[in-house]
């Protein structure tokens, strides 16, 4: 069964930002308990349109 695309869109923001933050802060580059709430809306709001629009086309194409 599909996953719907309002519950795709969130799923793809977690697999990339997990995908960034994880090996950047393993390799100790960054440091996401340092960052205000300002700063990840900044960074999550552009991953979950892109990712929405990501699995609306998906979906379309299918």
Known sequence: MPVPV???????VA???AGS???ATA???T???????KSWV???????VCDVTTASVHRALR
Request: proline share 17%.
């Open 27 to 29: 390799l100790r580059v």
């Open 6 to 12: 309002w519950a795709a869109g969130p799923l793809l």
């Open 21 to 23: 933050d994880v090996p």
């Open 15 to 17: 697999a990339a930002m």
């Open 31 to 37: 440091d996401p308990t340092s960052r205000d709430p």
């Open 42 to 48: 900044s960074d999550l709001v552009p991953h979950l």
